[in-house]
């Protein structure tokens, strides 16, 4: 089961949009939001994070929003470029059993130059 | 600072061969991870460790093993692989320590079951 879902699959924005990517959960017991990025052959990468007691996060053109009741949570990439085309995606954990991470499903974003 | 280093990078092997994925960390974090990742499916956490001689199943731990008998090296095993192994292997590590840390990946190992 799938426990964080994650919206679109795929995204194609030109430079300077602001591309959105989409998850919720089911599971509240999650405390811990984080957001990484993986660039081909490569590894995720912590891009951003975000704990249940803040509604938004921002650093620098990455911005995590929180909606709690809700159980959803999205990225907003502000005045996006090429060099952003990357797969993001979403994860959670919880307390205990060393912080594992449940991760969506991904998304790939292009942004076209 | 090498942070996370898998080996090998690429292996192609036959149904029923065995191998094993080393992981190596040198930032003396305690906690350690293997995922799998597919298509359309994220990353699933396969095994995990919290400190050297221990080790727990995640999500999908089915024909694999794990050994961590270094606080540096983190080792997955299949031993007798199938088709359905086929996937990208990713290693992290957290410290594990005080505050959420986060996980740091290594670039991965690109397996293929023939």
């Known amino acids: 089961q799938q426990q964080v879902k994650q919206s679109p699959q795929s995204l194609i924005v030109q430079k300077g949009g602001i591309p959105i990517i989409n998850c919720a959960y089911e599971?509240?017991?999650?405390?811990?939001f984080p957001w990484y990025q993986q660039f081909p052959g490569k590894g995720p990468a912590l891009l951003i994070a975000?704990?249940?007691?803040?509604s938004e996060k921002k650093e620098g053109r990455f911005t995590i929003s929180f909606n709690k009741s809700a159980k959803q949570f999205s990225l907003h990439i502000m005045d996006s470029q090429p060099g952003d085309s990357a797969t993001y995606f979403c994860?959670?954990?919880?307390?205990?059993?060393?912080?594992?991470?449940?991760f969506g499903s991904g998304t790939q974003l292009t942004v076209l130059p | 600072n090498a942070g996370v280093t898998q080996t090998p990078k690429f292996r192609v092997l036959k149904t029923g061969q065995s191998m094993t994925l080393l992981c190596a960390q040198d930032?003396?974090?305690?906690?350690m991870y293997w995922y799998r990742q597919d298509p359309g499916m994220g990353l699933r956490l396969i095994h995990y460790?919290?400190?050297?001689?221990?080790?727990a199943k995640g999500e999908v731990p089915d024909g694999y093993n794990v050994s961590r008998l270094k606080k540096q090296n983190f080792l997955l095993g299949l031993e007798s692989a199938a088709p359905s192994q086929t996937s990208v292997y990713f290693c992290?590590?957290?410290?594990?320590?005080?505050?959420?840390?986060?996980?740091?990946f290594g670039d991965g190992t690109r397996l293929s079951i023939l």
């Open positions: 992290a590590s957290s410290s594990g320590q005080g505050a959420i840390q986060p996980q740091h």
């Open positions: 599971n509240t017991a999650f405390d811990y």
């Open positions: 975000i704990r249940p007691d803040v």
């Open positions: 994860a959670a954990s919880t307390r205990g059993s060393a912080r594992q991470l449940t």
């Open positions: 930032m003396n974090h305690e906690y």
């Open positions: 460790s919290v400190g050297e001689g221990t080790t």
